[in-house]
Every structure is written in C-alpha cells, then in structure tokens.
C-alpha cells in the first residue's frame, strides 16, 4: 500500500525514541514474546488507523471530511463519529498518540490516510500486514466468513437471538450475525442489541467495532448514536469488570495458543482456573503437555455466559478430542448452571484446511449447557474439500468417560465396546524396548576381528551426545545383538538395522556386575565413557545404585526369542513380528529392539503371527490409531484391548496364525481379500468374548 512502509518505519522509530501513553499496557498484553515490540505497535496503530478511515468513508456524514488537510486529530476522538451516528467510537485506546504526531511523522500518516481514503474498502487488512508466522504465534487464527456461517447454521442461531463471541477478534461472527439480521428485516439496532464481542486486544476490538459499524453505516441516525457492542476483557477476568449477561448462544474461534505464550499476568491467571475445572494442579502442563488455552477459554465462557439450554459452537484443534492434555476439557462439565454440558455433535474440516496458512486439525464442537451429560455416541461429520460430508460417530474409549474419542460406524462403536476394557484382565503385556539413553555409545557398527572377538566402532552422531569421542575396539561378542529401530518396521514386516548392533551388558533389569571379570574387553568398551554414562536422566533416577553401564527398560523379556512389536509414534498402527535371527557376524541369536519400539513377548511363532495378525486387522488397527496416534503407541495397545489368547485349539485362532504367517513371508504384502478376511475374523474372535 502507497506510503504504507514509510508512515511504519516513521511510527517505529517514534516509539523507539519516546515510549507513548498506552505502549507499556500494550506490550503487556500483545507484545509479550515478541522481538520488535515497537514495530508490532507500530503496525497495530496504523492498522487501528486504517480502520477509522474505513468507518468514516462508510459513513455519508464523514466522508467528506477525509479530504480535510489535518485528519489525524478528529479521526482519533468520538465526538465527530458520535454526531455521524456511532457512539463510543474509537473509544479510548492504547494507539491515540498518533492525534498528537509531530512532524516528519505527522506528514508520513497524512500521506497514508490519503492513500486509504483513496483506495476502496478493503477487509482483512490485519491479516495481510502481519506476518502468518507471528499471528500463529500469538495463536491469531482469523475465521473466513464462511467458517462463522457454518457454525452459526449448526448452532440453529436464529437473528434477533442473542450471541456472544467471548474472543471475537475482528469480529467475523458478530458481523455475521448482524448481516443476518439486517437481511431478515428485524432492524438494524434489533439486530445489534442482542449481540456481544469481547477481546483482550484492543486493536482486535477496534477493528470489531468498524466492521460492524461499516457492516449497518447506512442505517445509522447521527440524532441517535448506536454504540458498537464490543469490549477490551478477558475470559479468564472474573471480576465485575466485564459484565456480560448470559445469553443463548455463543459462537467463536478461541486461540489455538499454548499457555506457556500467553502473557505472564494472563498465564498465572491459569492455575487456579485449571483447578477450578479440573484440568491439573499446574498451569502450564498436564502431565508434560501443555494447557491447550483454547479448552479454557470454551469452560470458562460456558460456567460465565451460557444459560442452562443455550448453545456453544467452537472452533478447536481435534487435539482436544484426543490428547492426555484434553482430558479433563472432554468432561464439558463445568460448575454452575451450564453444566454438564452435551455434546451435540462435531464438524472436522482437516480435509479442508479452511485456516490459511495454519496446518493444525480444525474442528467445530457444538454443545449445550445444562442438559444431564453427552449420551454416546454422537454425530461426526467429516467434511470433504468437495463439500461432501461422511457421516460417522464418535465416543470416548470405552470404560472411560473423558478418554480420547473413537470415530467410526454404529458396528464399529458395538465392536469398540467389547474390544476395550481397561477394567478386564490383559491377556497380553507389552513392554518398551531398550533405553540407552546415549545411543552413541551404545549402538555400534561392527565387523569380525578374529580370535572369537568382534571390531566395533561407535556413532555418537545417533544420540544426544554428539560430541562424545569415536572410539573402536575390539570385545567379546558375549552381549552383542541385531538391533531394531522404530524406523524399520511396517505392517506385517521388521528386520534388523543393516548396519548397526546393540550392546546390551545385562539380561536382567540392571547392568551385569560380573562384566569386568567374564567380558574384559566389553567392560573396558564402557571405562572412557563412565561421567557421561553416570549422567543419564534414566541412571541417576533409576538405577543410581547400578553399574555404570547399566540400561533402562531392559530385562529378561528384552531377550524373548518371539516378539510382536509396534512403533511408539506413528501416524498410524501397525504391527509385526520377529522370531530367532541369523546373523552373519554373531550367528544364531536374538534381536533386541530399542526404545522407540514397544514390544510383547510370546512363545512361539504360532501365537507371534496370531497377535500379528489380531492387531493389524483394519478394524482393530483403525482403531487403536484412532485414540492412541496423539498419546504415543505404547503398553496400551494391548493393555486396554480385551483379546483373546492364543489358543492353538481354536480354529479361527489358528486361521488368524496361518494368514499373518503367509503375509510376513510375503514381506508385509497383502493378497486380495485379506484384510477383509483378517476384518472378519477380528470380529468373530471379539464378538465371542
């Protein structure tokens, strides 16, 4: 935009120069993080001013006076939008120091009101001037107009109604809303009295207010002030300086920002609210993950503004539906009259990617307040980027009330419900595979030395010590082994790193005592690494009390013959399994897989190929990704699955063997029909427990 940059790098050096009134509750507010504090109110002012100008062009009774030689000082003062018909317009905001601007700075802003005056209204002006990066940052995630129609189609909003946008940004709800009930003939000041906008950003509520008085300037009466119902306040400020009343509806994008990004008076504000709901003791993590302040802002604007048989549609990052740190958010059960809430149903636009620039998985949540709790399952509806809509259902993992939600048909949910039981006994028990915790000294590349020893060479560029010494040696083979990474395996399909072993010196849990007496040189392998080996998290922690050359999560099952493995993250489940390896620099022996593998022990490779087969059946990997992809994949898989052990008398049990045996052989290939047989009998096998 002409003269644009130029009023920009002016204002920044202004306020360089000379803080103004209002930049320090600013920066407290919206500059918190932030690298160039100065540039970003610079460009905050310019765009509030943007915004003025925007208002009095749309209003008949102003517009001419944007032609006036000096704009600066009326455009910052309510008196002359108030005899035009807007009342409390601007408003008293942080950005006002531009009505006192001084020369060079004032003749630069002039320029740019001319500019804008000049050029057509145009929307969006915020999101096209700051960065994406830092609106992500500041979790500025700004609704298409599309997006605010949706939802308040699904929330059955009817003009007239009351709404709240308890975060309201720009205001695309709010204006929405207002067009709406413009449209239907109920009255401009009708349209607008039940409408309500709060925002902490003063520069969010000033553009909220033009857009609506832009959105009814022509049914404006200068002998009758209409004031834009927009304020500057917190969801998280209990106290009587907001005072909303509650309402039926309230509709919304809350920020998808983590706590720990919040200003530091805003984030110390979260624990007692995070108590309050249930959500944790600490205010910025659950159980190592962060407080999604979205959630909070959706329990707070429930327990604050919504009336018992009100409803709320929200836009959130899916996430929230699946997460250890959405956990408590899932109960929608907040205190006071608007809880339990239930859940209507739910809206999943990752297909769309409706948010530009943002990668997250949006979803529409629609609940109301009051109504006894959710009965599962419920309405999911994901939307295609054809405008299609695949209806499916979704509920927590059963036997829970709060868990991560499964998606899929009414079959789907009959089987779920007698495949997942946290409360029945496991018939199976997974374990995690080796943690070194300095992989680059413990994962070698090795070649054969002669005389029954064995040259190895380190890597420390594999672990979290690259600046540990390479070093070769030569030990016994005694406590070498094949290694497995998480990064090897795929359905049906594992084999060992091509170029890497493991040195594991223990068969139980800890470090093997007698190493330096029966395995010399492996134990003298360890010696130049004992300060950085007694430094491990999982050693000092655990096992302080050990050899040095101890590992973590290692024990006799680490050596089973048979396993059945899975990786701890993936985008989506899979198993496979592996028996007694040739390998030809140690011969016969066994693979140990390491820890970014979780693993089950078997007998046999009847029952291996069996469990294989179980887990990898689309209707039970489907389902195990559906609620563990965003947890990890970990002891879980099989420790909240009601499977049925393997028994060799069985005969779907021996077919279930016989077909995963066939498909490892082929490499993890699938003929035709087998997934559907696996399916089938998947749930043959269920449906008898």
């Not at 320090?24 to 460009?43: I, K, M, Q, S, Y």
């Not at 929200?314 to 059960?333: E, I, K, M, N, P």
Request: hydrophobic letters at 45%.
């Amino acid at each position: 935009m002409s003269g644009f940059e130029a009023a920009l790098a002016a204002l920044e050096t202004s306020v360089r120069a000379d803080e103004p009134p209002g930049f320090a509750g600013w920066r407290a507010l919206c500059g918190h993080g932030v690298a160039n504090p100065e540039r970003l109110f610079a460009l905050h002012a310019l765009i509030a001013l943007a915004a003025r100008v925007e208002v009095a062009a749309a209003l008949p009774a102003l517009r001419h006076r944007l032609a006036e030689s000096s704009r600066l000082g009326w455009l910052h003062r309510d008196d002359g939008f108030t005899g035009a018909g807007l009342a409390d317009f601007p408003g008293v905001t942080p950005f006002d120091c531009l009505a006192a601007a001084a020369p060079p700075l004032a003749a630069e802003v002039e320029a740019l009101i001319s500019a804008l005056a000049a050029a057509p209204a145009r929307s969006g002006l915020y999101q096209r001037l700051v960065p994406p990066s830092l609106r992500r940052s500041l979790g500025e995630v700004y609704t298409p107009p599309g997006l605010a129609a949706h939802a308040l189609d699904r929330l059955g909003w009817q003009p007239g109604q009351e709404l709240l946008d308890p975060t309201c940004g720009s205001g695309v709800f709010l204006v929405e809303a207002l067009r709406r009930g413009m449209a239907a003939g109920v009255g401009a000041e009708r349209a607008l009295s039940g409408l309500h906008g709060l925002d902490i950003n003063p520069l969010a509520v000033l553009t909220a207010k033009a857009a609506l008085a832009v959105t009814m300037a022509a049914a404006l009466d200068p002998a009758r002030p209409v004031a834009m119902p927009v304020r500057l306040g917190s969801v998280f400020d209990y106290s009587d300086i907001v005072t909303i009343p509650r309402v039926g509806f309230i509709a919304g994008n809350p920020p998808w920002v983590k706590a720990s990004r919040l200003p530091p008076g805003q984030a110390a504000a979260l624990k007692p609210l995070c108590q309050r709901f249930g959500l944790s003791a600490d205010h910025h993590y659950v159980g190592g993950i962060e407080i999604d302040v979205a959630a909070l802002v959706t329990l707070c604007a429930l327990e604050r503004w919504l009336r018992p048989g009100g409803r709320l549609a929200f836009y959130l990052t899916g996430s929230l539906f699946a997460s250890a740190s959405g956990q408590g958010f899932r109960r929608f059960a907040p205190p006071g009259p608007a809880g339990p809430c239930r859940v209507l149903a739910v809206d999943d636009f990752k297909a769309v990617a409706p948010f530009d620039g943002v990668s997250v998985h949006p979803v529409l949540l629609l609940l109301e307040a009051g109504s006894g709790g959710t009965q599962w399952p419920v309405p999911y509806r994901v939307l295609g980027r054809d405008g299609a809509a695949r209806e499916v259902l979704a509920a927590p993992v059963p036997g829970t009330a709060d868990g991560p939600w499964l998606k899929g048909s009414a079959g789907h949910h009959a089987l779920w419900r007698r495949l997942f039981d946290a409360g029945a006994p496991a018939a199976y028990r997974a374990r995690k595979g080796v943690t070194t915790d300095r992989n680059g000294i413990y994962f070698v590349s090795a070649t054969n030395a002669g005389d029954g020893l064995v040259r190895i060479r380190n890597h420390p560029e594999l672990g979290r010590s690259p600046e540990l010494p390479r070093l070769e040696a030569e030990i016994e083979p005694t406590h070498l082994f094949p290694l497995l990474r998480g990064r090897g395996l795929t359905p049906f399909h594992i084999a060992p790193d091509p170029d890497l072993r493991v040195i594991i010196p223990q068969r139980g849990m800890h470090g093997d005592p007698d190493l330096p007496a029966t395995c010399p040189r492996t134990f003298a392998w360890f010696q130049p690494f004992e300060a950085e080996l007694r430094r491990r998290a999982s050693f000092r922690r655990y096992q302080a009390r050990q050899p040095y050359w101890s590992s973590w999560s290692t024990g006799p099952y680490s050596f089973a013959p048979w396993k059945v493995l899975w990786r701890e993250i993936s985008s989506r489940f899979a198993a496979a399994y592996l028996g007694p390896v040739e390998d030809p620099l140690l011969g016969a022996t066994v693979a140990v897989p390491d820890h970014k593998l979780y693993f089950v022990p078997v007998s046999n490779e009847d029952e291996a190929a069996y469990l294989t087969g179980l887990l990898n059946a689309p209707i039970i990997s489907e389902a195990i990704t559906s609620y563990a992809a965003a947890l990890g994949l970990g002891t879980g898989v099989v420790e909240t699955l009601r499977l049925p052990s393997y028994d060799p008398a069985n005969a779907g049990h021996r077919e279930v063997s016989a077909l995963a045996r066939a498909i490892t052989g082929r490499g993890g290939t699938l003929a035709a029909g087998e997934a559907e047989a696996l399916d089938r009998l998947a749930l043959f096998l269920v449906a008898l427990l």
